[in-house]
């Protein structure tokens, strides 16, 4: 009888605390460019554009200095819809999502997307392709080299290294040449870049650039750790990518993405806890009585 009662107690308790975590669980949204998960401790929504379709456009601010970038059914990966940039010196594009994202203490924000990199550094022209946020929905960028927002932060990038930005000026470059010298990023390739941003606490960010091939295997990651009052002031900032000169000749599968904490999730698991230590002190009490 006694061991009865406390099979049976566990197995409530157990189950108490499976509840608690499917309570915490979140919800996937198919069918539609936005995707919410809950992983019962953050909950992160991404809103993705695979330029499948022209209308993918609509959720970006498209600005442009020199040639224009246009819109192909085949200029993305795996040829499926995407822009095609032009192959041009002095021409610069950037895809702003009219996405805002809540600028919060601990939220983590993240810009990503899919760039066809078309020559090497030692071939001139040279580009380079863009990442970032800005305070602003839309932005224009100068014509300096590599092309900068005036509000914000980025990371202008090529195949051996790259540029970070900050309101308009470098503040740091990252070299990610091989041992042997070869360039890390190749020719005529796809690949991804991320930029996740973090408010740390006051006006202290941290960022964690990310480029992979295709199928999901890291090339590089580097973090980075500074301080902008003015970004930090802004409520909702906006995450952009783009390109600067001659580089990169096709973007795709750009998305964004805010991971917040979850609340909830800790009530959850406290009250699974108090239900745990409730049921096992009454097993324990019933089995004093047998």
């Known amino acids: 009888m006694n061991k009865l009662i406390k099979r049976n107690t566990f197995k409530t308790a157990f189950g108490a605390l499976a509840a608690a975590l499917l309570l915490a669980g979140g919800s996937l949204q198919a069918g539609t460019t936005t995707t919410t998960i809950a992983t019962g401790t953050t909950s992160t929504t991404t809103i993705a554009s695979d330029f499948n379709t022209s209308s993918d456009q609509d959720y970006f601010n498209y600005t442009f200095s020199g040639a224009s970038a246009t819109y192909s059914s085949s200029a993305g990966v795996n040829s499926t819809g995407g822009f095609s940039v032009p192959y041009s010196v002095g021409s610069h594009s950037l895809w702003t999502s009219k996405t805002a994202l809540n600028n919060a203490q601990g939220n983590a924000l993240t810009i990503s997307g899919a760039f066809y990199n078309t020559n090497s550094n030692y071939e001139v022209p040279e580009g380079y392709g863009l990442i970032g946020f800005s305070s602003l929905s839309s932005n224009a960028l100068s014509p300096d080299y590599p092309a900068a927002i005036s509000s914000g932060i980025e990371f202008a990038f090529y195949d051996e290294g790259g540029y970070f930005i900050k309101n308009g000026s470098?503040?740091?470059?990252?070299?990610?040449?091989?041992?042997?010298?070869?360039?890390?990023?190749?020719?005529?390739?796809?690949?991804?870049?991320?930029?996740?941003?973090?408010?740390?606490?006051?006006?202290?960010?941290?960022?964690?650039?990310?480029?992979?091939?295709?199928?999901?295997?890291?090339?590089?990651?580097?973090?980075?750790?500074?301080?902008?009052?003015?970004?930090?002031?802004?409520?909702?900032?906006?995450?952009?990518?783009?390109?600067?000169?001659?580089?990169?000749?096709?973007?795709?599968?750009?998305?964004?993405?805010?991971t917040v904490p979850e609340p909830s999730t800790y009530a959850s698991l406290m009250a699974g806890g108090v239900a745990l230590l409730g049921l096992m002190r009454r097993g324990r009490g019933e089995k004093r009585n047998q």
């Open 170 to 258: 470098i503040v740091g470059y990252y070299n990610w040449n091989t041992a042997n010298g070869e360039h890390v990023l190749a020719v005529n390739t796809w690949f991804n870049v991320s930029l996740s941003l973090t408010l740390d606490a006051s006006s202290d960010y941290t960022f964690l650039l990310t480029i992979s091939k295709l199928s999901g295997d890291v090339i590089y990651s580097t973090s980075y750790t500074f301080d902008d009052a003015a970004l930090a002031a802004a409520a909702s900032i906006y995450g952009f990518a783009g390109t600067s000169n001659a580089r990169i000749t096709a973007l795709d599968n750009v998305s964004v993405a805010e």
